[in-house]
Nanobody, 115 residues
């Protein structure tokens, strides 16, 4: 399974970005897809999840601002980031998971939010 994340960049506070993560080598529609982020000097944290059935869940810090979605035909998961804050800065990683033995990570895409 390979995951390729893209869409990061430099944006001013209050701005928006759309991250994408394209999967290959998997039966994508069966995967729970997660977005994590890691800020400088901090541990990686779970930001958003979308299950194979389309159920979504968000970290409290991003609720109402971020939206996760998926397109099974394109084998792609998206993360729409709105109303960005400087504390949203970090490397964003996509993850495909079905259980302990099925846990794959993309290479990460950097989001930098300037104040």
């Amino acid at each position: 399974v390979q995951l390729q994340a893209s869409g990061g960049g430099l944006v001013q506070a209050g701005g928006s970005l759309r991250l994408s993560c394209a999967a290959s080598g998997s039966i994508f529609r069966l995967d729970t897809m997660n977005w994590y982020r890691q800020a400088p000097g901090k541990q990686r944290e779970l930001v958003a999840t979308i299950t194979s059935g389309g159920t979504t869940n968000y970290a409290d810090s991003v609720k109402g601002r971020f939206t996760v979605s998926r397109d099974n035909a394109k084998k792609t998961v998206y993360l729409q980031l709105n109303s960005l804050k400087p504390e949203d800065t970090g490397v964003y990683y996509c993850n495909a998971r079905r259980g302990p033995a099925y846990d794959y990570w993309g290479q990460g895409t950097l989001v930098t939010v300037s104040s």
